[in-house]
């Protein structure tokens, strides 16, 4: 049986998996829907509760035709009911859309991020409450 790290890092797992597939619904299975929910997306407010957390994450899937993120663990700490993942992001992302036949108009984005991702066991199982991503300048 899996102990609460192994099932955090799961947890954890779960959440990039659903943001590089930029899939709302394993999205919002990871997320707590608690009022006391935190993002902060780099150089963005903090968003509070899943409703405009949700909103946030669904303006970036539409707004975005391809992810890629690979993840650098530094620290995962359990305490109770718990927890917290320190690691960094390396994202790759591409927006843009078809301005014609002709040609496509695209953006390509490659950004590292210092991450802080918070969970919480809730009957039983792990969810995110609290993501937390600042730019890191090289």
Not at 2 to 12: H, I, P, S
Not at 30 to 39: A, R
Not at 54 to 63: G, M, P, S, Y
Not at 85 to 100: C, P
């Amino acid at each position: 049986m899996a102990g609460d790290r192994e099932l955090v890092l799961a947890t954890n797992s779960a959440f990039y998996r659903s943001f590089e597939k930029k899939d709302i619904e394993a999205m919002e299975a990871v997320w707590s829907k608690g009022m006391g929910c935190l993002c902060i997306h780099p150089g963005r407010d903090a968003l509070k509760g899943w409703p405009d957390i949700r909103d946030a994450w669904e303006r970036i899937f539409k707004n975005t035709s391809y992810l890629e993120i690979d993840t650098d663990i530094l620290t995962v700490e359990v305490s109770g009911d718990l927890a917290f993942v320190v690691l960094i992001e390396n994202v790759l992302q591409i927006s843009g859309s078809e301005a014609g036949l002709d040609r496509f108009t695209s953006r390509r984005l490659e950004a590292r991020s210092m991450a802080t991702n918070g969970f919480e066991r809730l009957a039983g199982k792990w969810y995110m409450t609290h993501h937390h991503g600042s730019p890191v300048v090289d």
